[in-house]
């Protein structure tokens, strides 16, 4: 792409339809998992109508990690435990149903206390709980396993490696290009049986076991998990499982509990 605005966005969705030509006018695809990219967000909505665009929860909580150290919060959520535990729910949000994010989000924004937690909340409701291009319903994650876009990076990456840094090597580049296509038949064949297309890691693999028992607590019939109390119960998986990029950006060591 010569750069990263609507209308290049656009016209690279719209080749893409053309060279797919499905016969209903659209693909069956049903959602695009996306960076929080404007001018992306609006050039798929505008090419693909009946697709929903959904945010990736890794590139959404960098986002949150980022400006808790661009406001100076890192030292407060350091050495105060009301700050974390806050900032873990916060954080968490993206986990919860789409129905119940704004009413939590505005419930812990109504009980902060300090100038910087209202700054880090302030940030949050303008950027995404009150966004017309990317609302909560459109970055919930509530019982989905996949809610990152890092596999698509990581072969984007690949292709690079490949391509080099300075000019592309063509002859490298189509024999890589076709070396993917052959696999699209298992790919597809994967996908349709349900089946995941990556091993999780070991932390991947426990964290995910402990969502699914919270939300299968929240969604039963007999004594269910109310939403305020799963997003703590999700505050705390969220830092059990997320303390390296805690570390990275706020620096210092991060609590194991409080």
Not at 161 to 167: T, W
Not at 176 to 204: C, F, H, P, V
Request: proline fraction near 3%; glycine fraction near 4%; aromatic fraction near 8%.
């Amino acid at each position: 792409m010569s750069g990263k605005r609507k209308k290049d966005y656009g016209a690279v969705f719209s080749s893409i339809l053309q060279l797919l030509n499905p016969t209903d006018g659209y693909p069956k695809v049903q959602e695009f998992l996306m960076d929080f990219e404007a001018a992306m967000w609006q050039a798929c909505k505008a090419v693909f109508p009946t697709v929903k665009p959904v945010g990736c929860s890794f590139h959404l909580t960098q986002s949150f990690y980022r400006n808790i150290k661009t406001i100076g919060l890192s030292i407060e959520y350091r050495t105060d435990s009301n700050t974390r535990k806050t900032c873990r729910e916060l954080m968490s949000l993206y986990l919860l149903p789409a129905d119940k994010i704004r009413s939590r989000f505005y419930g812990i924004a109504s009980k902060v206390t300090t100038d910087l937690m209202r700054r880090f909340c302030s940030y949050i409701e303008t950027t995404y709980i009150k966004s017309t291009i990317w609302p909560p319903e459109n970055w919930s994650m509530f019982m989905q396993h996949v809610r990152t876009n890092n596999n698509v990076e990581g072969t984007h990456n690949n292709l690079k490696a490949v391509a080099g840094p300075a000019s592309i090597n063509l002859t490298n580049f189509l024999c890589k290009m076709r070396e993917d296509a052959d696999k699209i038949g298992m790919t597809a064949k994967l996908l349709s049986q349900k089946q995941a297309l990556k091993k999780l890691n070991k932390n991947a693999e426990s964290k995910q076991r402990q969502l699914t028992l919270l939300w299968e607590a929240y969604n039963r019939a007999d004594n269910p998990l109310s939403s305020k109390k799963l997003l703590v119960e999700l505050g705390k998986v969220t830092s059990k499982h997320s303390k390296s990029e805690l570390r990275e950006v706020i620096g210092g060591e991060v609590e194991d509990s409080d």
